[in-house]
């Protein structure tokens, strides 16, 4: 089956502690994205990236880092500056470029205590 | 920057009910907008994406529409179930992809 998996579904860390969210694809999706959501707002854009070895900034970006070795993998580390990182953790793959569909994984709940 | 705002927040109607579910952007330069819906706790699953060209799509008692220039969308669903309950989200795609808070929708038996 082809899709999107995000690992673990629910995490919970201590503050001060660094974490790391799991995204892969097999949609042979060259670009992939990270949101935020928060309860009673949209999606927010963490970063994106359209391209191996390549990533963005998005909007929310302060606190998170990324990387992109492999065309399948987008993790996301959540660092300790992040000052509210409890949330749910949405990840996006696409075809590379504007105007293509987004597809999302199954999400990870993180809270922070 | 683009600013999306779905109207009402939540909505709750009676099984069998035909309603329709609003969105609302500010930049009309977009590409495409697309509707998503999505459970408690889960992901979002694509419903229709309207691509800037065209006017309205539909699926099964789906459809959705667009108007560009007004910097509107609708979500009509036909004959509502209580699998239907979820909350519906727009995402305009412009320069980035931008997303409506959603409407929490309850169909009731």
């Known amino acids: 089956d082809g899709g999107i998996t995000q690992s673990p579904k629910y995490l919970f860390r201590k503050e001060g502690q660094n974490v790391t969210l799991s995204c892969e694809q097999n949609l042979n999706h060259d670009a992939m994205y990270w949101y935020r959501q928060d309860p009673g707002q949209g999606l927010r854009l963490i970063y994106y990236s359209q391209i191996v070895n390549d990533f963005q900034k998005g909007d929310i970006a302060e606190g998170y880092s990324v990387s992109r070795e492999k065309k399948e993998s987008f993790p996301l580390t959540v660092t300790s500056a992040q000052k509210n990182p409890t949330a749910f953790y949405l990840c996006a793959s696409s075809m590379s470029g504007v105007p293509y569909e987004q597809y999302f994984g199954p999400g990870t709940r993180l809270t922070v205590t | 920057k683009q600013e999306v705002t779905q109207i009402p927040a939540a909505l709750s109607v009676p099984e069998g009910e035909n309603l329709v579910l609003n969105c609302s952007f500010t930049?009309?330069?977009?590409?495409?907008l697309q509707w998503f819906r999505q459970d408690p706790g889960k992901g979002l699953t694509s419903l229709l994406l309207?691509?800037?060209?065209?006017r309205e799509q539909t699926s099964g008692r789906l459809n959705a529409s667009l108007d560009k220039s007004s910097g509107r969308s609708t979500l009509y669903i036909a004959a509502s179930q209580p699998g239907d309950s979820a909350t519906y989200l727009c995402?305009?795609?412009?320069?980035?992809?931008?997303f409506g808070a959603g409407t929490r929708l309850t169909v009731k038996p």
């Open positions: 309207i691509q800037s060209s065209q």
């Open positions: 930049d009309s330069a977009i590409y495409n």
């Open positions: 995402a305009v795609m412009g320069n980035d992809m931008r």
